[in-house]
């Protein structure tokens, strides 16, 4: 079997419950994952096989896997409030991420959404981020470093982006900030014919400012705002029904497109 294929020291690992409580570590051999359920020794799953199930020495089973990007937003450490899956999912799409891109994103905070649009445009795209907070600089590099190793085709602006975006000809702009609409007229003159912007917001007082000002701007088009619910459902041998507790109300996402003017 591939050595790829087998846990590593230094790897990401998922721990399950039979809860669906879920936990990502770092396996480092001498050290050990403590829970209500009991031990796991790393050492006990360096060499074995990704995707298998360990017992605790109190006798309860984890299955431990390799995390998902979603598992590790979840999971990572934060210096302020992450951007969920279920909207960082919706911006790649709504923003049309492609490999290859020139993206410049403004709010990292914690890099949820940072590790995702690099893992979108790819090795031959190109992201710039704007972030102002030094401990969220410190602790975005650290959670990048964890999920992707080194990314030369990243690069952090210790800048406010409200002044104004250095980067020319840019595919796609991402914003997470409290005031994106002081970012549009850089937009305007930065974003390439077509190109899309996309702002996560937290409020609609924030989301009704910031469409109105794109519709009345002369260079967008395709405005739109919406809202991810996601609502998990319980399956068993005799039943299905929708679980307690959903996924609400995270943030609003606003996206438009540059237009490129009038043909005279």
């Known amino acids: 079997m591939s050595d790829l294929n087998l846990f590593a020291e230094g790897d ?14 770092t396996l480092v051999d001498g050290d050990s994952f403590h829970s209500h359920g009991g031990i796991v020794h790393h050492a006990s799953l360096i060499g074995q096989e990704k995707g298998i199930r360990v017992r605790t020495n109190k006798g309860q089973v984890y299955y431990a896997t390799v995390p998902t990007l979603a598992d590790y937003v979840t999971n990572l450490p934060r210096s302020s409030q992450v951007v969920y899956p279920k909207d960082i999912g919706a911006i790649l799409m709504l923003g049309d991420i492609f490999p290859g891109a020139t993206v410049v994103e403004a709010g990292m905070g914690s890099a949820a959404l940072t590790i995702a649009l690099l893992r979108a445009i790819g090795p031959d795209g190109h992201l710039s981020s704007y972030e102002i907070r030094d401990e969220a600089i410190i602790q975005g590099r650290e959670n990048i470093g964890t999920m992707l190793g080194s990314s030369e085709n990243f690069r952090i602006r210790n800048s406010d982006i409200y002044e104004g975006i250095v980067e020319n000809t840019v595919d796609r702009i991402i914003l997470d900030l409290p005031e994106p609409w002081r970012v549009i007229e850089s937009a305007a003159q930065k974003l390439v014919p077509g190109g899309i912007m996309v702002c996560f917001l937290p409020t609609i007082l924030q989301v009704h400012n910031l469409a109105f000002t794109l519709q009345t ?14 609502r998990p459902w319980h399956i068993a041998a005799n039943s299905a029904r929708p679980m307690h507790r959903m996924v609400g109300h995270t943030g609003f996402l606003v996206s438009a497109r540059r237009c490129a003017g009038f043909i005279e």
Request: net charge negative.
């Open 12 to 25: 990401l690992v998922l721990l399950v419950d039979r809860k669906d409580r879920r936990y990502v570590v």
């Open 217 to 230: 701007h002369a260079s967008f088009e395709m405005v739109e705002s919406i809202e991810i619910l996601l």
